[in-house]
């Protein structure tokens, strides 16, 4: 269970590490995602809901964390599981896109793959029970 949440940190620190590299100004994801916005690259509400889904990855591994304090496993497959999506998800993008990245996204796809490992394994621990 604390593997799963473990992962989820990792996804939260990749997040904080930096993700894209223009001229002298580093920024990391959560600051990528403010900048996009302003900028108006994002448009569609898909997109906008993704992109305040993001802002809530902190609050997220706080309930994975708290979730494996007061051993609910379940939960913490439902929030790690999700940042690990998220991470993911979020890393490919910054990753195929033409910015210069940093090593966040590069961090945060192998932490979300290994975090939704753990998730899987969880469930299948789970119902072994």
């Known amino acids: 269970m604390f593997l799963a949440v473990g992962g989820a940190m990792a996804v939260l620190a990749s997040a ?3 993700w894209s590299q223009s ?3 580093n920024r ?3 600051e990528l995602a403010r900048v996009s916005d ?3 690259e994002v448009d569609g509400s898909a997109a906008r809901l993704a992109l305040l889904a ?19 496993p379940v939960l913490v497959v439902v929030f790690a599981g999700t ?11 910054v990753i195929g896109s033409s ?7 590069w961090t945060a796809v ?20």
């Not at 940042?83 to 993008?93: D, F």
């Not at 932490?111 to 621990?125: D, I, S, W, Y």
């Open 83 to 93: 940042v690990a999506v998220m991470g993911v998800l979020a890393g490919v993008v």
């Open 38 to 40: 302003q900028l108006g």
């Open 110 to 129: 192998p932490a979300g793959a290994f975090t939704l490992l753990m998730a899987a394994r969880l469930v299948t621990e789970q119902r072994q029970q």
């Open 54 to 72: 993001w802002f809530a990855v902190p609050l997220l591994v706080a309930c994975a964390w708290l979730a494996a304090t007061f051993v609910r």
């Open 23 to 25: 001229g002298v100004v």
């Open 28 to 30: 990391n994801a959560f």
């Open 99 to 105: 910015l210069r990245t940093g090593p966040g996204p």
């Open 16 to 18: 904080l590490a930096t």
